[in-house]
């Protein structure tokens, strides 16, 4: 019986999983990788003590971290189910493995709703993107493309349009359909072309992205850009767990402490219906969640 099973590989997760191991308990990691969504950023500038980092490379600096501690690291493994296991809970992997624990730390991120289109794959990281947010200023002064037209691609919008040439807003759509405010603004500016009922057949290049081809109007076009940031949503990776309270989303409701609806079940990270999805900011909740599931473990019998 281990006091703590974090699941995931993520900022959330690694942030966990040094706090449990200074605290000395007796825990267990199950992580696809280390690093998680951290391994796709070509750069991260925003992350204190790291001016600007390829985003590999802070996963890398993740995994020293955790190397200096001695703990149960199952990487390579996936959690097909979490279940209770009488007050206690019982985590199967998908190598068919089993792990009872008192507490559990859901940190499984999320994953882009990704196009499935030709170059999608080839171009990832290589001026195609799924963050503006944390690859945005490498674009500047360059043209780019958004894909998608809600809330989050007039964000990626609204920041791309400070500093690059032009920004492209490809929406499969008749409308914008994001909050009249930010539609109002992006439409204002003399930066952002708006093509809507655009949808994207593939992407082109040689080594980097050079071009994004749409149909438009029953024809096809190719448009050159340097950059393509693709804002048509998240999957929370949350379909191990089916007893805790979720979100229509699907993202696991937590409070400000990382606590669940279900009692010695937390979660951090992008998984959770937190506001913001950021490295720094799953980090943090990684951390809360393990104080809080220490308090749990010392409170509880």
Known sequence: MKDLVIIGGGPAAIAASIYAARKKLDFTVIARDIGGQTIWAGEVGNYPGFQLMPGADLAQKFREHLAQFKFDLREGAEAAKVERAGQNFKVTTGKGETIEARTVILATGKRPRLLNVPGEGKFNNKGLT???TCEGPLF?????AVVGGGNSALDAAMQLMRYCTKVYLI???ERLNGDPVMIEKVQASPVVEVLN???VISFTGDNFLKAVQVELSGEKKDIPVS???IEVGLVP????VDFVEKNELGEIKVNCAAETSVPGLFAAGD?????EKQIIIAAG???KALLTAFKYLSTHK
Do not use: E, I, L, M
């Open 140 to 144: 500047s002064g360059k043209d780019v």
């Open 271 to 275: 998984v959770t219906d937190g506001p």
């Open 130 to 132: 799924y963050c503006a």
């Open 285 to 287: 909740d990684g951390a």
């Open 227 to 229: 950059g393509v940031f």
């Open 171 to 173: 929406n499969n759509t």
């Open 197 to 199: 009922q655009a949808k």
């Open 237 to 240: 990776n949350s379909k191990c």
